[in-house]
């Protein structure tokens, strides 16, 4: 896949969900603020602000497509709509780690938040 300098921190991550049971899936989906608040929307849109190369951005989408196919989490969950939130917010996620070094850190750290709250260290090399 071509990810770039931040290849290997992707794989770790997508391979972390990858791991995660129904139950752990869930606790990430349960720690997404819903609705939103003001400063975790300003993260997002500061995200979407940050280019990813399309080439980047398609086999992001492509690793968590497969993962979730693979998985089966998407028909772990009995709401589309939390399944939805869980993809929609580990899409960022992976975003935020490819353009890390153009966000500022707590802007990073707003959009990795819910799944550094489940255990995945965003600080560890790869």
């Known amino acids: ?7 290997a921190q992707i794989d770790r991550f997508v391979g972390w969900l990858g ?7 869930q606790r990430v989906v349960a720690a997404i603020p ?3 608040p003001a400063h975790v929307k300003d993260a997002q849109r ?3 602000s940050v280019k990813v190369s399309a080439a ?3 086999s992001l989408n492509k690793a968590l497509r497969d ?3 693979e998985s089966g989490a998407r028909d772990a969950f009995d ?9 929609t917010n580990a899409s960022m996620a992976g975003q935020a780690i490819l353009v890390r070094d153009r ?15 489940a255990g995945f260290d965003f600080d560890q090399e790869a």
Do not use: H, S, Y
């Open 1 to 7: 896949m071509t990810f770039g300098a931040r290849g």
């Open 19 to 25: 791991g995660l049971e129904v139950g752990d899936l």
């Open 34 to 36: 819903v609705p939103r």
């Open 46 to 48: 500061t995200l979407d």
């Open 56 to 58: 980047q951005n398609q």
């Open 67 to 69: 993962l979730w196919a």
């Open 79 to 87: 709401d589309a709509g939390l399944f939805l939130r869980l993809a």
């Open 103 to 117: 966000l500022a850190p707590e802007m990073f750290d707003l959009i990795v938040q819910p799944f550094r709250d």
